[in-house]
Nanobody, 124 residues
Framework: QVQLVESGGGLVQAGGSLRLSCAASGRSFSTYAMGWFRQAPGKEREFVAATSRNGEITDYAGSVKGRFTVSRDSAKNTGYLQMNSLKPEDTAVYYC?????????????????WGQGTQVTVSS
Protein backbone atom coordinates (compact mmCIF):
# COMPACT_ATOMS: atom_id res chain seq x y z
CA GLN A 1 0.00 0.00 0.00
CA VAL A 2 0.97 3.62 -0.35
CA GLN A 3 -0.14 6.67 1.62
CA LEU A 4 -0.38 10.02 -0.15
CA VAL A 5 -0.25 13.50 1.32
CA GLU A 6 -0.76 16.61 -0.81
CA SER A 7 0.61 20.02 0.02
CA GLY A 8 1.24 23.36 -1.65
CA GLY A 9 -2.29 24.60 -2.08
CA GLY A 10 -3.36 28.10 -1.15
CA LEU A 11 -4.81 31.38 -2.31
CA VAL A 12 -3.36 32.98 -5.41
CA GLN A 13 -4.40 35.75 -7.79
CA ALA A 14 -5.38 34.98 -11.35
CA GLY A 15 -2.29 34.62 -13.49
CA GLY A 16 -0.22 33.34 -10.61
CA SER A 17 1.43 29.98 -10.01
CA LEU A 18 1.42 27.21 -7.46
CA ARG A 19 3.25 23.92 -7.20
CA LEU A 20 1.46 21.06 -5.55
CA SER A 21 3.39 18.18 -4.03
CA CYS A 22 2.25 14.65 -3.36
CA ALA A 23 4.43 12.87 -0.83
CA ALA A 24 4.17 9.09 -0.81
CA SER A 25 5.02 6.69 1.98
CA GLY A 26 4.78 2.95 2.29
CA ARG A 27 5.45 0.96 -0.81
CA SER A 28 7.85 2.60 -3.27
CA PHE A 29 6.16 5.33 -5.25
CA SER A 30 8.08 4.29 -8.35
CA THR A 31 5.84 1.22 -8.63
CA TYR A 32 2.73 3.37 -9.14
CA ALA A 33 1.31 5.47 -11.90
CA MET A 34 0.13 8.84 -10.62
CA GLY A 35 -2.77 11.09 -11.35
CA TRP A 36 -4.05 14.48 -10.28
CA PHE A 37 -7.74 15.24 -10.01
CA ARG A 38 -9.76 18.15 -8.71
CA GLN A 39 -13.21 18.77 -7.34
CA ALA A 40 -14.95 22.12 -7.23
CA PRO A 41 -17.95 22.75 -4.95
CA GLY A 42 -21.08 21.16 -6.34
CA LYS A 43 -19.20 19.42 -9.14
CA GLU A 44 -17.90 15.94 -9.74
CA ARG A 45 -14.25 15.08 -9.33
CA GLU A 46 -12.47 15.56 -12.64
CA PHE A 47 -9.21 14.54 -14.24
CA VAL A 48 -6.39 17.07 -14.36
CA ALA A 49 -3.17 15.26 -15.27
CA ALA A 50 -1.49 11.88 -15.16
CA THR A 51 1.96 10.41 -15.47
CA SER A 52 3.02 6.84 -16.04
CA ARG A 53 4.91 4.73 -13.56
CA ASN A 54 8.25 5.65 -15.16
CA GLY A 55 7.28 9.28 -15.73
CA GLU A 56 7.77 9.10 -19.48
CA ILE A 57 4.13 9.35 -20.48
CA THR A 58 1.91 12.25 -19.45
CA ASP A 59 -1.58 13.42 -20.25
CA TYR A 60 -3.60 16.50 -19.40
CA ALA A 61 -7.16 17.66 -19.39
CA GLY A 62 -7.80 20.09 -22.20
CA SER A 63 -8.60 22.87 -19.76
CA VAL A 64 -5.11 22.79 -18.23
CA LYS A 65 -2.94 21.74 -21.16
CA GLY A 66 -0.13 24.20 -21.70
CA ARG A 67 -0.53 25.66 -18.20
CA PHE A 68 0.01 22.68 -15.87
CA THR A 69 2.93 20.26 -15.77
CA VAL A 70 2.94 16.93 -13.98
CA SER A 71 6.20 15.36 -12.84
CA ARG A 72 7.59 12.96 -10.31
CA ASP A 73 10.82 12.39 -8.42
CA SER A 74 11.05 8.73 -7.48
CA ALA A 75 14.16 9.32 -5.38
CA LYS A 76 12.10 11.64 -3.18
CA ASN A 77 8.94 9.54 -3.44
CA THR A 78 7.12 12.69 -4.46
CA GLY A 79 4.93 13.80 -7.33
CA TYR A 80 4.34 17.36 -8.43
CA LEU A 81 1.82 19.45 -10.27
CA GLN A 82 3.17 22.79 -11.43
CA MET A 83 0.29 25.15 -12.14
CA ASN A 84 0.91 28.35 -14.07
CA SER A 85 -1.39 31.05 -15.43
CA LEU A 86 -4.01 30.09 -12.93
CA LYS A 87 -7.62 31.07 -13.54
CA PRO A 88 -10.55 31.43 -11.14
CA GLU A 89 -12.09 28.33 -12.69
CA ASP A 90 -9.11 26.33 -11.45
CA THR A 91 -10.40 26.80 -7.91
CA ALA A 92 -10.98 23.36 -6.38
CA VAL A 93 -9.67 20.78 -3.98
CA TYR A 94 -6.82 18.97 -5.73
CA TYR A 95 -6.14 15.29 -5.10
CA CYS A 96 -3.26 13.07 -6.09
CA UNK A 97 -3.88 9.40 -6.67
CA UNK A 98 -1.83 6.27 -7.28
CA UNK A 99 -2.56 3.33 -9.55
CA UNK A 100 -0.69 0.05 -9.14
CA UNK A 101 -0.36 -0.44 -12.89
CA UNK A 102 1.85 1.30 -15.43
CA UNK A 103 -0.75 3.87 -16.47
CA UNK A 104 -3.88 5.19 -14.83
CA UNK A 105 -4.87 7.92 -17.22
CA UNK A 106 -8.05 9.88 -16.71
CA UNK A 107 -10.16 7.08 -15.26
CA UNK A 108 -10.80 7.74 -11.57
CA UNK A 109 -11.84 4.12 -11.03
CA UNK A 110 -8.36 2.87 -11.90
CA UNK A 111 -6.72 4.60 -8.96
CA UNK A 112 -6.40 2.59 -5.79
CA UNK A 113 -5.03 5.20 -3.40
CA TRP A 114 -5.95 8.81 -2.81
CA GLY A 115 -4.62 11.69 -0.75
CA GLN A 116 -6.77 13.90 1.43
CA GLY A 117 -6.67 16.84 -0.97
CA THR A 118 -5.34 20.37 -0.86
CA GLN A 119 -7.39 23.50 -1.50
CA VAL A 120 -6.46 25.81 -4.37
CA THR A 121 -8.30 29.11 -4.58
CA VAL A 122 -7.70 31.54 -7.44
CA SER A 123 -9.05 35.05 -7.01
CA SER A 124 -9.98 37.27 -9.93
Amino acid sequence: QVQLVESGGGLVQAGGSLRLSCAASGRSFSTYAMGWFRQAPGKEREFVAATSRNGEITDYAGSVKGRFTVSRDSAKNTGYLQMNSLKPEDTAVYYCAADGGFWGGSNLAKYDYWGQGTQVTVSS
